[in-house]
């Protein structure tokens, strides 16, 4: 992963549950589940499940004759988890990284990912151990961000510039969906489908995913100190400014891409 990437500490794992609750991401959370379409008694596995939010329902899909397992490397964004599926007891929840995925070959039916794989270095290592924990016959849905989508109105485009780029320095690959199919056919996947997701926020309330992302993005660029925090807190003081002027405007784009692990023959 990359040397500068989030640390999701009790903090940061309670702000990104907020914006996962966000009208914006329950609608990308039915698209993806729609996409992967769990069935009872099916096996599942969500790498990278954050607050649990598509983790219950996936094993909400499955039932009690299925298997829902959760992987993060987190232990705040697991305790998260842990507390929304607590009375799920076909859930299981382990702390481990994205690149390593231990579990036993063919081990599940269906895997889905969520703003993860752009951390992960190694992506053909990672992508050919997760074709080995498919199971013949198995899809997956991962879902990460192209930050070239990034669309945000402010009055200082330099300073803007100034401080996506210090944002920037967190991701391995800050334009995964464009190689993203390439990479899991490469791994032995076929590729079924690639769905853009756009989130278009032209308010500035709690139930929009830029009133949260704006603060994260401000929060990371700021921690690098000197000019650069005097930058981040500019900026989002004048995008709470816009906001309350009825001024925002926010877009950004996200890519489902769904691949399948053939049967056996």
Not at 145 to 174: C, G, M, N, P, Q
Not at 188 to 202: D, E, T, W
């Amino acid at each position: 992963m990359a040397t500068g990437t989030i640390a999701f500490d009790a903090k940061a794992a309670n702000a990104l549950e907020k914006a996962y609750l966000t009208r914006d991401v329950v609608s990308q959370r039915r698209i993806v589940l729609d996409a992967i379409d769990p069935k009872p008694g099916e096996a599942v596995l969500d790498v990278g499940p954050g607050p649990g939010l598509l983790l219950e329902e996936l094993a909400r899909r499955v039932g009690a004759s299925g298997r829902a397992v959760g992987l993060d490397l987190s232990e705040s964004m697991l305790a998260q988890a842990r507390r929304r599926c607590g009375e799920l007891a076909w859930v299981e929840l382990d702390l481990d990284d994205a690149a390593c995925l231990p579990y036993a070959a063919e081990s599940f039916d269906a895997v889905v990912s969520t703003q993860v794989y752009e951390y992960v270095a190694d992506l053909a290592g990672a992508f050919a151990r997760l074709f080995e924990i498919t199971r013949p016959g198995g899809r997956v849905a991962i879902l990460d961000t192209d930050y070239d989508s990034f669309v945000l109105f402010t009055e200082d485009e330099a300073r803007h510039a100034r401080v996506i780029k210090a944002w920037d320095d967190h991701f391995v690959h800050r334009g995964l969906p464009r190689v993203l199919g390439p990479k899991l056919r490469d791994a032995g996947f076929s590729v079924r489908s690639v769905q853009a997701i756009p989130i278009v926020n032209a308010g500035w309330t709690e139930d929009e995913f830029s009133y949260h992302l704006v603060p994260m993005i401000a929060g990371f660029a700021g921690r690098k100190g000197g000019a650069a925090r005097e930058d981040a807190q500019a900026w989002l003081e004048e995008q709470r400014r816009l906001g309350a002027a009825g001024r925002h405007f926010f877009s950004l784009n996200r890519y489902l891409v769904v691949a399948d692990r053939e049967p056996a023959r």
